[in-house]
């Protein structure tokens, strides 16, 4: 008999990066998916459950799994901070709480690179022991962290539970969708002034290949994954053909905050204070315990970006050219 996986957030963007290798896998019988949003369907080992993270009823679902990916986080910004603080924070808790009532085998958490917060000061290759820093103006990176400690405090009263944590680089690809790839899609823009910033990437590929090996190998413990480098911020910018204003911090951080506001935009300061800072962590602890190595540099990463996105305006123009000429 095959094992059986839970994951949480089964319908985001780190879940589709490592369904494929699961539904491949010959040793997974089942997988138990769950989410607040309707199951997008395209895996026949998946029984699927339409639930919120913080729901008492979850506990029972993990019963007889053997490992849970705990995916689901709120990673684009919403104006309800207090139910972003719900999910993320009492939501993880709960999910640990039922992993350790059915004695599962293990457990895979991703948390992310932002836990080494984002200051000018910041120092690059960042391994698993730097310290973590919170950043007073970003739920995200305070949330993380919190997370973190909650988890690494609680398992440790449960050894017999193999815990993994993968603190991911900014996920990227040709199936990119969400409020980063938003940020790009306006012809102008704005950054600090005299601001270098550089973003460490993870491709979609070498993320899946990434969680997939935290299931086939058991590696207890923290974990950095990213590329081997980073690009220039105004880099990705020019590329996506975006003109850059500068502005001082200053004023920038109260314009994003408005913008969010109402509408225009998809994040506020909090997030432009994590993508003016370089944050950068080193992988060479997961490449040696694994083997794994990064199939994609962030430049090959962020330009699949590009390259899928630039398909999909050409076909979109040849649909609505065709249809304007069968008219």
């Given at each position: 008999m095959g094992k059986i996986v839970a994951i949480t957030?089964?319908?985001?963007?780190?879940?589709?990066?490592?369904?494929?290798?699961?539904?491949?896998?010959?040793?997974?019988?089942?997988?138990?998916?769950?989410?607040?949003?309707p199951w997008r369907g395209g895996y026949s080992k998946v029984e699927f459950f339409r639930k919120d993270v913080c729901s008492s009823g979850i506990e029972k679902l993990f019963a007889g799994v053997d490992t849970v990916y705990h995916l689901a986080f709120i990673v684009g910004e919403i104006k309800d901070k207090e139910k972003t603080s719900r999910i993320n924070i009492e939501g993880s808790k709960n999910i640990f709480k039922a992993c350790v009532n059915n004695r599962v085998r293990k457990v895979i958490y991703t948390s992310s690179n932002t836990v080494?917060?984002?200051?000018?000061?910041?120092?690059?290759?960042h391994t698993e022991?730097?310290?973590?820093?919170?950043?007073?103006?970003?739920?995200?990176?305070?949330?993380?962290?919190?997370?973190?400690?909650?988890?690494?405090?609680f398992f440790a009263d449960h050894?017999?539970?193999?815990?993994?944590?993968?603190?991911?680089?900014?996920?990227?690809?040709?199936?990119?969708?969400?409020?980063?790839?938003?940020?790009?899609e306006p012809k102008v823009t704005a950054m600090p002034i005299g601001s270098a910033a550089?973003?460490?990437?993870?491709?979609?590929?070498?993320?899946?290949?990434a969680l997939h090996i935290a299931f086939a190998k058991d590696l207890p413990?923290?974990?950095?994954v990213g590329a081997d480098d980073a690009v220039s911020a105004r880099w990705t910018f020019h590329q996506a053909d975006t003109k850059i204003i500068p502005l001082p911090m200053s004023l920038l951080k109260p314009a994003?905050?408005?913008?969010?506001?109402?509408?225009?935009?998809?994040?506020?300061?909090?997030?432009?204070?994590?993508?003016?800072?370089?944050?950068?962590?080193?992988?060479?602890?997961?490449?040696?315990?694994?083997?794994?190595?990064p199939k994609y540099s962030s430049e090959e990463?962020?330009?699949?970006?590009?390259?899928?996105?630039q398909k999909v305006k050409e076909d979109a123009f040849r649909r609505s050219y065709v249809a304007f000429i069968w008219k």
């Open positions: 957030g089964i319908n985001s963007y780190f879940a589709s990066t490592l369904l494929p290798r699961l539904q491949a896998d010959p040793e997974i019988e089942k997988i138990i998916g769950m989410d607040v949003s080494y917060g984002a200051y000018r000061e910041n120092i690059l290759h022991e730097s310290p973590l820093y919170k950043n007073k103006e970003s739920y995200y990176n305070q949330n993380k962290i919190e997370v973190e400690e909650f988890v690494n405090g050894p017999e539970i193999i815990l993994t944590v993968i603190r991911a680089a900014l996920l990227f690809g040709p199936n990119t969708k969400n409020m980063f790839s938003k940020l790009l550089h973003i460490h990437f993870i491709h979609e590929e070498d993320l899946g290949d413990g923290i974990y950095n994003a905050n408005l913008m969010f506001k109402v509408g225009l935009s998809p994040a506020g300061a909090g997030w432009v204070i994590m993508a003016c800072n370089t944050i950068f962590s080193s992988n060479r602890k997961f490449r040696e315990a694994t083997g794994w190595t990463t962020f330009r699949s970006f590009l390259d899928a996105n």
